[in-house]
């Protein structure tokens, strides 16, 4: 064979070699095609096998713990059933149930067991106003009448000075639990907000605080009269629906036609009676009107932890738990929690000083508690350790002024060792369950 015959064969294999790699390696039809840099963002967050271990193995240390803690719980006739969320760092560690929806059947709590919120509900509002703060859509110094011309507490000039944050700090001078029951009567707080001037004022505005839900509740109606936006509306579009908070509702309707939901017990003699579910708050929102599961709250602990920074900044979120005034005094539960220090209301939630372990340094909790319809809940966030601790209990049960220490003390000891590396940064999968191994 010729010396050009082999030339032109060999320049025919190659060509028909180069083809079939063109053909192998061309994107199909609908497919995206790959980018060279994934493989090197897969070797950046691809996470060490001992750190998946030893994440596994913390989560079933803790939820064993958990087990115990409320089967006892349970046993003893404290509580019927409970929803429980965990977050360390950027991971949900723990979203589960214990115990029964309803006692007289066998169906039990899960981690998407929905409950009712209570008071839990006015963290969610604190934070919002704070994001319209944060847009200059609002300020804490805007006055509620400027926004609510009927609204009046006690004479004019106490009126004029009475501002949004004195009625997200429960600062605005008004009797302990002013008109809540009206609020529970089912009253629009369109009826209520000019009934407080048959009120009289205790103290002047910022002096002293003194607990409200009507009060509280007309801070949704300035949102709404500074953004055209209620503040249903207003909640699922800036925190539920980008945070896939999919269970949680705002209204009676969509709880009653849920199939997953704890019903309210009460302690008849001793033992626990179902009750149903009533249709109060869902006309303060601000206040009391949110429900959600275990799941939802774990998603939410973790925002608040400033792990969201796409939805809200960390700086912009801090502004709510900045302390307002003082809650003085010693005979609310929590300030009866080991190494209580002092007490403060900031808005929409108490943050409470603390120390442990006999440092001298202080901590920092913000909490709050909810109670409505028979429902008791807890929510802890601890910002320096980067920890989030939520219950929800469908009993008024007195477990409640305890849970949060006694959990803090079973986490603490389950992570005792200082290597414990919870959060992986830029890792949406690596959250509760879906630890993915590299």
């Not at 009289?200 to 009507?214: E, M, R, V």
Request: glycine share 8%.
């Amino acid at each position: 064979m010729s010396r050009l015959k082999l030339l032109l064969i060999s320049a025919g294999m190659i060509m028909f070699l180069m083809g079939l790699l063109f053909i192998f390696n061309s994107p199909q039809p609908g497919s995206k095609p790959e980018m060279s840099a994934s493989t090197d963002q897969f070797k950046e967050i691809r996470i060490p096998q001992e750190e998946i271990i030893l994440y596994k193995s913390r989560q079933e240390e803790l939820q064993a713990a958990l087990q115990a803690y409320f089967d006892e719980a349970i046993a003893a006739g404290d509580i019927v059933g409970a929803g429980v969320s965990i977050v360390k760092g950027d991971s949900i560690v723990i979203s589960d149930g214990f115990g029964k929806r309803n006692i007289r059947n066998q169906e039990e709590v899960d981690g998407q067991t929905i409950f009712r919120l209570g008071s839990l509900s006015k963290g969610f509002t604190g934070i919002l106003a704070a994001d319209f703060i944060h847009e200059g859509k609002l300020h804490w110094e805007d006055k509620v009448k400027d926004y609510i011309p009927e609204f009046q507490l006690g004479d004019p000039q106490h009126t004029e000075k009475i501002t949004l944050a004195n009625i997200l700090s429960h600062t605005a001078g008004a009797p302990y639990h002013s008109f809540t029951n009206l609020i529970e009567a089912g009253l629009p707080l369109q009826d209520i907000a000019p009934r407080f001037k048959e009120v009289k004022p205790i103290s002047n505005p910022g002096a002293l605080y003194s607990y409200q839900n009507a009060l509280f509740a007309l801070s949704g109606e300035m949102m709404h009269k500074a953004t055209g936006q209620g503040i249903r509306n207003s909640l699922e579009q800036r925190f539920f629906n980008p945070l896939e908070m999919c269970s949680t509702t705002m209204d009676h309707e969509t709880l009653l036609n849920n199939s997953n939901v704890a019903l309210p017990h009460s302690k008849w003699r001793k033992s626990w009676r179902p009750k149903k579910l009533n249709d109060h708050y869902y006309n303060a929102i601000a206040a009391g009107g949110i429900s959600a599961n275990a799941e939802d709250m774990g998603k939410w602990m973790r925002f608040v932890l400033g792990h969201n920074p796409e939805i809200m900044s960390r700086s912009a979120i801090e502004e709510t738990f900045k302390p307002y005034i003082e809650i003085k005094g010693h005979s609310k539960y929590y300030q009866r929690w080991p190494g209580h220090v002092s007490s403060y209301y900031g808005f929409g939630w108490r943050i409470h000083k603390m120390t442990e372990d006999n440092a001298e340094r202080e901590t920092t909790i913000w909490h709050h508690g909810g109670s409505v319809n028979n429902y008791r809940n807890e929510i802890a966030i601890y910002p320096e350790a980067d920890l989030g601790i939520c219950v929800l209990l469908n009993s008024n049960s007195r477990l409640a002024r305890t849970v949060v220490p006694d959990l803090y003390a079973i986490v603490k000891k389950v992570f005792r060792q200082p290597d414990s590396h919870m959060a992986y940064k830029g890792l949406p999968e690596c959250r509760g369950h879906n630890v993915e191994e590299g």
